[in-house]
């Protein structure tokens, strides 16, 4: 059964930087678009940056100038390198990508912590 697998988060003091990964486990299909999505407490999952399979991005205003989503094609990975990091990104961060032939998965989630 293919899974992502996300890592990378962790404990960062606010300005400092963290980078996310996210690979599928034990599979090399191609992956197609790959989205990085969070979900703080009592808050709703929230889109954070969206990049396609040509490299195209987008990304939510909040995170715009700081956070980069990026992806190798010839490792089958995506990133999303975060900096300037702040307590208000303090949240499970999830990786999403459509993995042809299985379609959309979901990672496990991974905690991004920003104190002040």
């Known amino acids: 059964q293919v899974q992502l697998v996300e890592s990378g988060g962790g404990l960062v003091q606010s300005g400092g930087s963290l980078r996310l990964s996210c690979a599928p486990s034990?599979?090399?299909?191609?992956?197609?678009?790959i989205g990085w999505y969070r979900q703080a407490p009592g808050k709703q999952r929230e889109l954070v940056a969206v990049?396609?399979?040509?490299?195209?991005?987008n990304y939510a205003d909040s995170v715009k100038g700081r956070f980069t989503i990026s992806r190798d094609n010839a490792k089958n990975t995506g990133y999303l390198q975060m900096n300037s990091l702040k307590p208000e990104d303090t949240a499970v961060y999830y990786c999403?990508?459509?993995?042809?032939?299985?379609?959309?998965?979901w990672g496990q989630g991974t905690q991004v912590t920003v104190y002040s």
């Open positions: 990049i396609s399979s040509g490299g195209s991005a």
């Open positions: 999403s990508a459509n993995v042809l032939y299985y379609g959309d998965l």
């Open positions: 034990g599979n090399t299909n191609r992956i197609d678009r």
